[in-house]
T-cell receptor, first 116, second 110 residues
Framework: DTGVSQDPRHKITKRGQNVTFRCDPI?????LYWYRQTLGQGPEFLTY????????KSRLLSDRFSAERPKGSFSTLEIQRTEQGDSAMYLC??????????????FGPGTRLTVL | DAKTTQPNSMESNEEEPVHLPCNHS???????IHWYRQLPSQGPEYVIH???SNVNNRMASLAIAEDRKSSTLILHRATLRDAAVYYC???????????FGQGTRLTINP
């Protein structure tokens, strides 16, 4: 089990450009989450998928943000027309939910985005 | 979202026990208490969780007050690698997202 992986680990882009991040969850985990973390703050929930269905989106997820999880495996998070306020660490987590159990999430190392 | 209150920072010495407190006075009967930690430049890492009874695992122990309005994460013998931000989170039954607060920044002195 290799854990949750994210690519790239770092991304520097200019304001107005589009960026896409990828997350590979732990194999057979049916839930996948995206969070965003700015400096000095705790992570903030953005969205989550159960298999390929996107079941919840935060109000933080403006219409410039889109996430997909085709075939219920890896996920991508795209930010269009980036703004300097998008600079943050983008974290992915996955979990497998068993009947009667709570949802323990396993996080990846994150993608650090810097918008110039 | 159910809220938790933690001290901003704590300091301890290597090889000593550490008790990290968390207040959650608005907890409801079905809320789980989760603890995650985040080492520098890494994603959060699951530590432990509980509902009503005290819990132990290889990383830590979780002591839950009888009225469930507070809990304490116990690191039995701190090492330098335990220096991290520790988050106490209430997860409402049936909810999926984790709502992180500011956490407690734990410093371990050699």
């Amino acid at each position: 089990d290799t854990g949750v992986s994210q690519d790239p680990r770092h991304k520097i882009t200019k304001r107005g450009q589009n960026v896409t991040f990828r997350c590979d969850p732990i194999s057979e985990h049916n839930r996948l989450y995206w969070y965003r973390q700015t400096l000095g703050q705790g992570p903030e929930f953005l969205t989550y998928f159960q298999n390929e269905a996107q079941l919840e989106k935060s109000r933080l997820l403006s219409d410039r943000f889109s996430a997909e999880r085709p075939k219920g495996s890896f996920s991508t998070l795209e930010i269009q027309r980036t703004e300097q306020g998008d600079s943050a660490m983008y974290l992915c987590a996955s979990s497998i939910v068993l009947a009667g159990a709570t949802d323990t999430q396993y996080f990846g190392p994150g993608t650090r985005l810097t918008v110039l | 979202d159910a809220k938790t209150t933690q001290p901003n920072s704590m300091e301890s010495n290597e090889e000593e026990p550490v008790h990290l407190p968390c207040n959650h006075s608005t907890i409801s009967g079905t809320d789980y208490i989760h603890w995650y930690r985040q080492l520098p430049s890494q994603g959060p890492e699951y530590v432990i969780h509980g509902l009503t009874s005290n819990v132990n695992n290889r990383m830590a122990s979780l002591a839950i007050a009888e009225d469930r309005k507070s809990s304490t994460l116990i690191l039995h013998r701190a090492t330098l690698r335990d220096a991290a931000v520790y988050y106490c989170i209430l997860q409402i039954q049936g909810a999926q997202k984790l709502v992180f607060g500011q956490g407690t920044r734990l410093t371990i002195n050699p």
